[in-house]
């Protein structure tokens, strides 16, 4: 997907285009469980409730916008991932999509293992307790102190990145006196059919080592001859939000080729093999996501028959599911500030967040769907256009969704499918404070991430 390039920015050009929308549903106040978290429904008088308690109160307690997570939800998809995989295979839950402590307990509790990408990700990780040795530290350009940190904790995996990183964990793993287990990420030239941001295999991208040119190859040489490193398998990522399991199928069987390759080289048969994340979620009821026991079922076939087909033992299958686990469980509650008509366009409902809590619309032209969630209405629908309070024409949440056309200020409405990547990508553009994360269980809330509050914003800017 191409953009053009415009100087007021690359949205600016185009925010008046006539997007992709469907018919509008035959009612507005239906709520479509494949979009919204497992205990979201309507009360008697309309209003949407989660976790046992309705956004209303929720609004009071808490204000708007906030990110509303449904505890509940969240475990049950991390543990449907576990028991999909069993005890034979390793589920790794991307920290990157959202982090907290809490979530970090969460994830100890049921069982996951964590993935991180940082040292900010890993100090989480390791102040709410989760075993280092359930942690893997991926990255394309890990600093020095980042890789020491990682090491002295003894994170059970480095996934290494390139062949400057093979050397520089070697040797700070030497320096500790530590033989540091680690993955070697490949990238098999395989692109999942999705937008050109995120889709992360192909040679022309900045992750791992190809395979293409025997690159993939001569890593593995070099961290074979390090004493220091312990190289126990092989990782390919291939994109995100994918719903077809062919790309897959091709990964694994390069990858396979590859440890065949090892093995009659080197004598070696490496143990594990990663296949990353990337699996997607409903954001809108067009998108048909695969449940965790089908993609389980799916990729331990692939692995287990191009293994036969190369006469190799079947490798240990790690997986990567973070926005296919937090992605669902949470939506945006915002209220509206101005309902603003532009005839034979759409009507343009501006709440009191935006891009500063939701940059993906803005950032990959993601779709989202959105209700009015404080009340029904039997009014007719209008094509409207979310968009936030920043001073940015790109600021939009929703780009076409049908709301009632009698929405008025002080509504509330939210978006669903918001529990991944939007608070982690979140930021402070002009000068708005980022909003709570809010967990909802059996009647109860209680904040994970506080809101921010002015002394926040000022506090780092010393004058």
Known sequence: MSRSAHPAGPRHADVLTEGHYSAPPADLNTLDPKVWAQTVTRDEDGVLTVGG??????AEEHG?????????????????????????????????????????????????????????????????????????????????????????????????????????????????????????????????????????????QKFGIPLAGGQAA??????????????IGIHSHIGSQIFDMSGFEVAAHRVVGLLKDIRDEHGVELPEIDLGGGLGIAYTSDDDPREPHEIAKALTEIVTRECESAKLRTPRISVEPGRA??????????????????DGLRTYVSVDGGMSDNIRTALYDAEYSVALV???????????????????????????AFLPADIAPGDLIAVPATGAYCRSMASNYNHVLRPPVVAVRDGESRVIVRRETEEDLLRLDVG
């Open 53 to 58: 308690i309705d956004v209303k109160t929720l």
């Open 64 to 204: 708007t916008p906030a990110y509303v997570l449904d505890e509940a939800d969240f475990r049950e998809r991390a543990r449907a991932w576990r028991t999909a995989f069993g005890a034979d295979a390793d589920v790794f839950y991307a920290g990157k999509a959202f982090l907290s402590r809490a979530v970090v307990r969460w994830l100890h509790e049921e069982g996951l293992n964590l993935d991180v990408c940082s040292g900010g990700e890993l100090a989480t990780a390791l102040s709410a307790g989760m075993p280092a040795d359930r942690i893997a530290f991926h990255g394309n350009n890990k600093s020095k102190d980042e890789i020491r940190r990682a090491i002295e904790a003894g994170v059970g995996r480095i996934v290494l990145d390139s062949f400057q990183e093979i050397v520089r964990v070697a040797h700070i793993a030497q320096s500790e006196g530590k033989r540091q287990r680690v993955q070697i990420r490949i990238t098999v030239g395989v692109e999942a059919h999705t937008h050109e941001f995120i889709a992360t295999a192909h040679e022309d």
């Open 218 to 231: 001569e890593a593995v040489r070099r961290a074979l001859q390090l004493d220091s490193l312990e190289l």
């Open 325 to 342: 686990i937090v992605g669902p469980t949470a939506f945006t509650l915002y209220e509206v500030g101005t309902v603003k008509p532009l």
């Open 374 to 400: 404080s009340r029904t209405s039997d009014a007719e629908p209008m094509l409207a256009r979310v968009v936030g309070k920043h001073c940015e024409s790109g600021d939009i949440v929703v780009k076409d």
